[in-house]
Each structure stands twice: as structure tokens, then as C-alpha cells.
């Protein structure tokens, strides 16, 4: 069978009429419809044969049958049965294609995918984009490079630099395990539904992580928990002496979180474990 090739909208729309199926709101179901953007996406991802991508939400199979069309391997997760038979049909007998009814969320990466290095290329599910690109991040190793299509707000949250409106736990997650730039923005258009904002891909590249990487990340949380408070009283439950931490790091005890870099965080956390 030859590979199939980018779906428009009026071919998704006639497969989920086909299969009795319209896309699902609760899921996060945001399908692309425009081939050129799909083209773009498969471009950045930059595989070929040998190389491994894992795929969330493969959906009716546009982006799963560009990605095989390269010869890479490809693993796609899709939490939807119906989806799951619409894959079936539409990528499902490629040989280099396999389709896991699993949801992503929940699934153990780091052994599911063992085999490594891959790559993370979607479109994410928005109501579930940025907690599977953090939990990647963190706890799988394996995959080296990000090529994501996500909300706009989500991909300002991921990149964000302190002192910005946007900066949060995501920011300091993504900082402290990659690299990370904006690649391009799409707007609603080229979704079906149309959503009401904007899209953004972007490309995140792993780094190693400093040492201390995890329990800085549990103290960025502490403290982003109360994101109103100052460090000293954010931090009074997690950090002992907290003032005392603070000073001998360099760090004024009166700063709010959102001033904190995520190297400060690191710093923080190394002091607290000396």
C-alpha cells in the first residue's frame, strides 16, 4: 500500500462521517487540516529512515502517514477507539507504523520507549499537551527532540523567561531539560473544529539536566503554589530556614517566584542537600 498522503478537511470530515465519529471536545480534538502545514511539521521533524518518532493523538492518520512516508519508524498513542479504527484503516498496514489504543498520559514512556533516541513529533491534544511534554521531559530520557504543535499560551508558558507573566513551573521544567524557540505560528484556520486561538510549533531539543534538576523542580512548585507570597513564606514548608537558604544563595528572601530563574531554583536546591 502506498503511503497515505496529507489529509484536507473535507477528507476528515468524511472519515469521521464514515466512522460515525465527530471530534471530541473532552479529548482535546483539534484536527489539522491544512497539508502544507502538515508538509512543515514533518520538514522540522528532520527523520528519516532509522529514526524513531513517537506520535500523541494520531487522530485520522494525516501527520502518522507523513511521518512513515519517511521511513521512519513510527509509534502513535491514540486514547480515542474510534480514532483507533480510522488508524487501522488509514496507516494501519504500513510496516513501519504501529498503533497503540493507550492513553498517553498515563503510559510509562520511559519504558515504553527504552529503545532509544526518538523523537516527540504532534499535534497535542489541547487539554493534555502540556502535562505529557513535561512528564516527557522529566522522566524520558529517550526522547531527545520535541517538533509539537500546541496552543499559543501553552507554547508561552513552555519558553517563558522570568519575570514574564507567562513564566511558571513549565518554563523551569522545559529550561532545565532543553533548549527550546518558537518555529512557527498557525492560526485557527487550519483546525477542524476551528479553535479560538492561535497555534504555535515548537522545537525543544534535550540538554543534559543539572543534578539537582528534580528536587529544584519540587521547590519551583512549592513556591509557584503560592506565587503571590514571597520566597521566604512560600518556601517556609519545603526549605528549612528558608531566609537563611536564600541569603547564602543570593537570593533576596522578599523575591516572588516568577523573579526566580531556573538556575536560582537549582542553586536553592543544592544548598538545601549540601
Not at 502545514?37 to 507523513?66: F, H, K, M, P, Y
Not at 521511513?71 to 483507533?84: F, K, P, Q, S, W
Not at 505529557?132 to 508561552?156: S, Y
Amino acid at each position: 500500500m502506498d503511503e497515505p498522503g496529507p489529509q484536507g478537511k473535507a477528507t476528515i470530515r468524511d472519515l469521521l462521517t464514515e466512522y460515525g465519529l465527530r471530534p471530541n471536545q473532552s479529548y482535546g480534538q483539534n484536527f489539522l487540516i491544512d497539508p502544507n502545514v502538515i508538509r512543515r511539521i514533518v520538514r522540522l521533524a528532520n527523520v528519516s529512515s532509522g529514526s524513531r518518532v513517537v506520535e500523541i493523538g494520531g487522530g485520522t492518520g494525516t501527520l502518522t502517514g507523513a511521518l512513515a512516508a519517511t521511513g521512519a519508524r513510527v509509534v502513535v498513542y491514540e486514547i480515542d477507539a474510534g480514532l483507533v479504527r480510522v488508524l487501522e484503516d488509514s496507516v494501519g498496514s504500513l510496516a513501519n507504523v504501529e498503533i497503540r489504543h493507550e492513553d498517553a498520559g498515563r503510559v510509562d514512556l520511559h519504558a515504553d520507549l527504552a529503545d532509544g533516541p526518538w523523537s516527540l513529533v504532534a499535534n497535542l491534544p489541547y487539554n493534555v499537551g502540556t502535562g505529557i511534554v513535561l512528564d516527557a521531559l522529566r522522566h524520558a530520557p529517550e526522547i531527545e527532540r520535541f517538533v509539537i504543535m500546541v496552543q499559543r499560551e501553552v507554547a508561552d508558558r513552555l519558553l517563558a523567561d522570568p519575570g514574564s507573566r507567562s513564566y511558571g513551573i513549565p518554563s523551569v521544567v522545559t529550561t532545565l531539560h532543553a533548549s527550546g524557540s518558537v518555529v512557527f505560528t498557525a492560526p485557527p484556520g487550519v483546525f477542524y473544529p476551528t479553535p479560538s486561538v492561535d497555534s504555535t510549533a515548537v522545537e525543544l531539543v534535550r540538554h543534559p539536566a543539572p543534578d539537582q534538576a528534580e528536587r529544584a523542580i519540587e521547590i519551583a512548585t512549592a513556591a509557584f503554589g503560592q506565587r503571590r507570597k514571597m520566597l521566604r513564606r512560600s518556601l517556609a514548608g519545603i526549605v528549612p530556614d528558608p531566609v537563611q537558604v536564600l541569603e547564602r544563595c543570593g537570593i533576596d528572601p522578599t523575591s516572588r517566584p516568577e523573579e526566580i530563574s531556573p538556575g536560582d531554583f537549582v542553586t536553592i536546591a543544592t544548598e538545601v542537600d549540601r
